[in-house]
């Protein structure tokens, strides 16, 4: 993946030499409300990819609202908090003041320390710099959610929307976390916020400050525990892992149709597809998706008696449906696990607003009631905890990423094997010569060198990353989940599967003209009926553009998904 700065602090020079890609806002019009419980994959692919715009529910308001006037009288009552009323990490045991976080010395001593880290949060980070706008808005949209739950100041929680809303895209540093609570890369965020470092405003480069004048926005004065509130998650990560959970989706939809045209293209047999196979096996993900293939070959002249037909086909053919399967289970697994990460709070300290010694045993013990809140002017009378926690460790999504990785991978070398078997005619029992005319004998691409370096690349995402635990911090923060390279290696691992389930679509249509010639009766589905015929619509008047035909097979899949063919024909289980 691939900062002017405020009070005259921090600068540095604009590389305009750098590529960028903006969004393209084509939902401006949108406005989707943020509850911090329902957030939708969907919903963060609207806000972050076509700039849907955001607003708080009166409830997640009233709940943020609620948490930061039980964290200031917290520090009237002398309850020691991590990150506000004493010193993070290493220094935890180090107060920063005592009494009333609103006393005028107080007050303007936190005003003054909150505004200093905002503004250093520049040059927090290492380059690349990230470079897709979306990746940053998904970040920006994860955290607006889940710092509802968060005692966040109400200027802090109404700026992270107003950017959102305005388009105002902090530059931020890819490398900037060891996945132990997104620091760096919403660091990078809270500079813009007050007008520090660089930032694009609506796709254009340009100082933080200059953004925020454009906008009509002055620069936030952050008090209290904001730079925690803001910085404490693992955003970067789970906003990543919302694009990639959508964009799988479409690659394992595409997969599926792809292989009912490689059994159509190869003449093979089905009969691993019915239900007396797969109620032998009752995995739920794998019956599922056989029967899904199987309704999308539904009128194929797979189904008739062909007496060349062979008993059984390669492994990668006859494997494809489990490893598909398998590939959609670990897919179901991680988006239930994300839904959860962006719809709840994974900061430290934990607040929890109403909750009483009387809710559970284990709050009446003294160590916790060490901890409780009373309830005074600051909260409005509201009682509640403010707990030490560990929700920063952000497993088992990360667990859940590495699975799908290799699952995917798994899926793939059974893709790439299959395209190479077509050039058995032990398997095809036909040579495309047999029946083809001179001219139109070679398929447009798939197989050979391309897939064989495809697969070389996807082989260097797909190993897993080795545990890591440095211990930083004087050694308190000893753990490192490395989520954001986990993440990065599956989104690396679904865009080659994409490019590796083009290239199974050029060789894969080119065979259905083989079987074609054969037969000119012959059917292979409505599905794959309906797609081969665009996909060689589209491959043909590339051909007169002299477009290259991968770049062109890969941009009708996103154009045109999977499901616009064959439609909803199943119901994915629940995970």
């Known amino acids: 993946?691939?900062?002017?700065?405020?009070?005259?602090?921090?600068?540095?020079?604009?590389?305009?030499?750098?590529?960028?890609?903006?969004?393209?806002?084509?939902?401006?019009?949108?406005?989707?409300?943020?509850?911090?419980?329902?957030?939708?994959?969907?919903?963060?692919?609207?806000?972050?990819?076509?700039?849907?715009?955001?607003?708080?529910?009166?409830?997640?308001?009233?709940?943020?609202?609620?948490?930061?006037?039980?964290?200031?009288?917290?520090?009237?009552?002398?309850?020691?908090?991590?990150?506000?009323?004493?010193?993070?990490?290493?220094?935890?045991?180090?107060?920063?003041?005592?009494?009333?976080?609103?006393?005028?010395?107080?007050k303007a001593m936190l005003q003054q320390h909150e505004r200093l880290v905002f503004q250093r949060g520049a040059l927090s980070g290492l380059g690349p710099e990230v470079d897709h706008e979306a990746i940053v808005r998904a970040m920006m949209v994860v955290r607006a959610n889940t710092m509802t739950y968060e005692a966040a100041s109400p200027p802090l929680t109404q700026m992270l929307l107003d950017l959102l809303n305005d388009r105002i895209t902090p530059v931020v540093e890819s490398r900037g976390s060891v996945g132990e609570g997104d620091l760096g890369p919403l660091s990078n965020v809270g500079a813009t916020m007050v007008g520090a470092g660089d930032c694009y405003y609506r796709g254009v480069r340009m100082p933080a400050a200059q953004a925020l004048e454009r906008a009509g926005l002055k620069p936030l004065q952050p008090f209290a525990a904001d730079v925690s509130a803001l910085i404490s998650s693992n955003a970067y990560a789970s906003g990543q892992t919302a694009l990639l959970v959508h964009d799988a989706r479409a690659a394992l939809d595409w997969a599926d149709l792809a292989f009912a045209i490689d059994l159509n293209g190869m003449n093979s047999t089905i009969t691993r597809l019915g239900s007396p196979v797969q109620l032998n096996r009752p995995f739920q993900w794998l019956n599922w998706d056989a029967r899904r293939v199987l309704d999308i070959l539904r009128g194929s002249y797979l189904f008739n008696d062909d007496p060349k037909r062979i008993i059984i086909d390669s492994e990668s053919l006859g494997a494809s449906p489990i490893r598909d399967g398998s590939a959609w289970q670990a897919w179901a697994a991680l988006e239930h696990d994300e839904l959860i990460q962006i719809n709840s709070s994974d900061h430290n300290p934990a607040v929890r607003v109403g909750m009483s010694p009387s809710d559970?045993?284990?709050?009446?013990?003294?160590?916790?009631?060490?901890?409780?809140?009373?309830?005074?002017?600051?909260?409005?009378?509201?009682?509640?905890?403010?707990?030490?926690?560990?929700?920063?460790?952000?497993?088992?999504?990360?667990?859940?990423?590495?699975?799908?990785?290799?699952?995917?991978?798994?899926?793939?070398?059974?893709?790439?094997?299959?395209?190479?078997?077509?050039?058995?005619?032990?398997?095809?029992?036909?040579?495309?010569?047999?029946?083809?005319?001179?001219?139109?004998?070679?398929?447009?691409?798939?197989?050979?060198?391309?897939?064989?370096?495809?697969?070389?690349?996807?082989?260097?995402?797909?190993?897993?990353?080795?545990?890591?635990?440095?211990?930083?911090?004087?050694?308190?923060?000893?753990?490192?989940?490395?989520?954001?390279?986990?993440?990065?290696?599956?989104?690396?691992?679904?865009?080659?599967?994409?490019?590796?389930?083009?290239?199974?679509?050029?060789?894969?249509?080119?065979?259905?003209?083989?079987?074609?010639?054969?037969?000119?009766?012959?059917?292979?589905?409505?599905?794959?009926?309906?797609?081969?015929?665009?996909?060689?619509?589209?491959?043909?008047?590339?051909?007169?553009?002299?477009?290259?035909?991968?770049?062109?097979?890969?941009?009708?899949?996103?154009?045109?998904?999977?499901?616009?063919?064959?439609?909803?024909?199943?119901?994915?289980?629940?995970?």
């Not at 529910?57 to 917290?74: K, Q, V």
């Not at 051909?543 to 770049?551: D, F, T």
């Open 360 to 575: 559970s045993w284990e709050l009446n013990t003294p160590q916790f009631r060490k901890y409780y809140v009373k309830g005074g002017p600051d909260s409005h009378g509201q009682h509640g905890y403010i707990l030490s926690d560990a929700n920063w460790d952000p497993y088992p999504l990360v667990n859940d990423l590495e699975a799908f990785t290799t699952a995917l991978a798994n899926m793939d070398v059974a893709i790439a094997q299959r395209m190479e078997r077509f050039s058995s005619t032990l398997l095809t029992v036909i040579r495309p010569a047999d029946v083809l005319p001179p001219g139109q004998r070679t398929p447009r691409g798939g197989g050979g060198y391309s897939s064989a370096a495809l697969y070389q690349d996807l082989q260097s995402y797909s190993d897993p990353i080795p545990p890591a635990g440095d211990a930083l911090a004087q050694t308190v923060e000893d753990l490192q989940s490395e989520s954001g390279l986990k993440v990065l290696h599956a989104r690396h691992v679904t865009a080659d599967t994409v490019d590796l389930l083009a290239e199974d679509l050029l060789n894969g249509t080119f065979w259905l003209r083989v079987r074609k010639a054969q037969d000119s009766s012959r059917r292979f589905g409505a599905p794959a009926d309906a797609a081969w015929t665009a996909f060689d619509s589209a491959m043909q008047h590339a051909q007169s553009q002299g477009l290259r035909i991968h770049e062109s097979a890969v941009a009708f899949m996103q154009a045109n998904p999977a499901t616009g063919f064959f439609g909803d024909v199943a119901t994915p289980p629940m995970p």
């Open 1 to 106: 993946m691939a900062t002017a700065a405020a009070c005259g602090i921090l600068s540095a020079p604009i590389n305009a030499a750098e590529p960028y890609f903006p969004i393209t806002p084509t939902q401006a019009g949108k406005l989707i409300t943020l509850t911090g419980h329902d957030l939708t994959i969907d919903q963060v692919v609207q806000i972050a990819r076509d700039g849907a715009k955001v607003r708080l529910s009166p409830a997640a308001r009233a709940r943020t609202t609620a948490a930061y006037g039980l964290l200031l009288e917290a520090a009237r009552e002398g309850i020691a908090v991590y990150g506000f009323n004493r010193e993070p990490g290493a220094g935890r045991e180090i107060p920063i003041f005592s009494g009333d976080a609103l006393a005028p010395a107080n």
